[in-house]
């Protein structure tokens, strides 16, 4: 099995663009996605596929990848986006396995 | 309306057996694999199993391989997480979530999510 490791933490003052990484050794093989959790709701999906935006979803929200790194990046943060956030892949060319990221929570000061 | 929905909350004590449910509606039930995850209180998120809800092939995480039992019913359009025997630390908000199909391509990520049942287990 392999792991997803974010920050625990990142702070942004609204309006600011807020940069949140997620480190794997299998990242440069799968693809990545990022989930969005506000308190007592369930998650939802911003990013798939590393860099593609589900309908629905702001433009501000977007992600890039490199080497064994992606990036969750939201521009112009409004405070509405504060939350948690989860990165996570997969592996299903063998047996399937998925894997989330500890999470980062985000904190629009 | 693409939606999953779960059934509600469980208070339960330690050694009981708990079957929770996840119901699907306004999509093709059978044409996309529904994944269970946890979320301990104050905690991340950890993918426990996937099924197909079409020929019930499912596959679990190491981590809770043996400890919970995933299935479907397609007939009704169901999903199932079941526990034999509950322990306190079995105490979770769990969730179902779609296998996301974007276009003609099926992906990893979980694009429909149920509301959550929070399972209670203390004597």
Known sequence: SYELTQPPSVSVSPGQTARITCSGDALPKQYAYWYQQKPGQAPVLVIYKDSERPSGIPERFSGSSSGTTVTLTISGVQAEDEADYYCQSADSSGTPYWVFGGGTKLTVL | ?123
């Not at chain 2, 779960?6 to 079957?19: D, N």
């Not at chain 2, 995480?61 to 359009?77: E, L, M």
Request: glycine share 10%.
């Open chain 2, 1 to 123: 309306e693409v939606q999953l929905v779960q059934s509600g909350a469980e208070v339960k004590k330690p050694g009981e057996s708990l079957k929770i449910s996840c119901k699907g509606s306004g999509y093709s039930f059978t044409n996309y694999w529904i994944g269970w995850v946890r979320q301990m209180p104050g905690k991340g998120l950890e993918w426990m199993g996937i099924i197909h809800p079409g020929d019930s092939d499912t596959t679990y995480s190491p981590s809770f391989q043996g400890q919970v039992t995933i299935s479907a019913d397609k007939s009704i359009s169901t999903a199932y997480l079941q526990w034999r025997s509950l322990k306190a630390s079995d105490t979770a908000m769990y969730y179902c979530a779609r296998r996301a199909i974007f276009g003609v391509f099926i992906t990893d990520a979980f694009d429909i999510w149920g509301q959550g049942t929070m399972v209670t287990v203390s004597s």
